[in-house]
Nanobody, 114 residues
């Protein structure tokens, strides 16, 4: 059974940075495309960034240049480095295998506020 444990969220001022981590267990992590998603209050969950097994990355337009996704296959972990954060980035952030339909973890709350 695959499980995802997200961490690294918190309260940050506009313009600040955070690094999120997601540890995956129970699967052959390295062969799958992994994604970071977020869900803001009252909104649907959206894909923020994705990274293939070979390290090819893709970002939602509003995150390009501000967010960087990376992975460490030896640690079964995917990261999201976020910078130049804006209040509209406030959301619960989740990771998952893209397109898998696997259960979601508990997520990590990111709040951008002065």
């Amino acid at each position: 059974q695959v499980q995802f444990v997200e961490s690294g969220g918190g309260l940050v001022q506009p313009g600040g940075s955070l690094r999120l981590s997601c540890a995956a267990s129970g699967s052959i992590f390295s062969i799958y495309t992994m994604g970071w998603y977020r869900q803001a209050p009252g909104k649907q969950r959206e894909l923020v960034a994705a990274i293939t097994s070979g390290g090819i990355t893709n970002y939602a337009d509003s995150m390009k240049g501000r967010f960087t996704i990376s992975r460490d296959n030896a640690k079964n972990t995917v990261y999201l480095q976020m910078s130049s954060l804006k209040p509209e980035d406030t959301a619960v952030y989740y990771c998952n295998r893209v397109g898998s339909g696997l259960a979601w973890g508990q997520g990590t709350q990111v709040t951008v506020s002065s």
